[in-house]
């Protein structure tokens, strides 16, 4: 669907004007699809990216200011969502050996096991937008989104 009819209106003041609200609208209906998806299994996006996070760097552990300074989103409140995956039992947070003001978080095997279930069913996501665009149209997008933030 063309922007001009997501959001009713016709006249921008330029073609940038116009790729900005492109951009915003865009961005926020992936974070609502990603919300509504996320919902089923009672975590927010944020969580599934600390996840994906802690994922890469396993058996290795992080700290806190390592996993916020790689998020995708800058400003959540890192402690309240961290508590929640140790509820869950996704992470696990303990003292630092060798730095006791340190805290080392770790995902679990409950934690892989969780990314490993839904891991299809957000690959379905990414079928449903390559039926939208194709591989070198995605380079581009990234390519060009990229030099948006220089």
């Not at 790729?19 to 599934?48: C, G, M, R």
């Not at 995956?85 to 095997?109: A, F, H, P, S």
């Amino acid at each position: 669907m063309k922007i001009e009819d997501a959001i009713k209106q016709q006249k921008f003041e330029n073609n940038l004007h116009k790729a900005l609200v492109n951009l915003i609208y865009t961005s926020n209906w992936i974070a609502a699809n990603q919300s509504e998806f996320f919902k089923d299994y009672d975590i927010l996006p944020q969580h599934y990216n600390i996840l994906r996070i802690l994922k890469g760097k396993f058996p290795n552990s992080s700290c806190p200011g390592d996993i916020k300074e790689v998020m995708l989103d800058k400003n959540p409140d890192l402690t309240r969502l961290l508590d929640k995956l140790v509820k869950l039992g996704y992470v696990d947070r303990q003292l630092c050996e060798e730095n006791k003001r340190k805290m080392d978080i770790t995902i679990t095997k409950k934690g892989l096991d969780f990314l490993n279930k839904i891991h299809p069913r957000m690959e379905e996501q990414y079928v449903t937008m390559g039926n939208n665009i194709s591989l070198e149209e995605a380079e581009l997008l990234s390519n060009l989104l990229d030099k948006v933030r220089g």
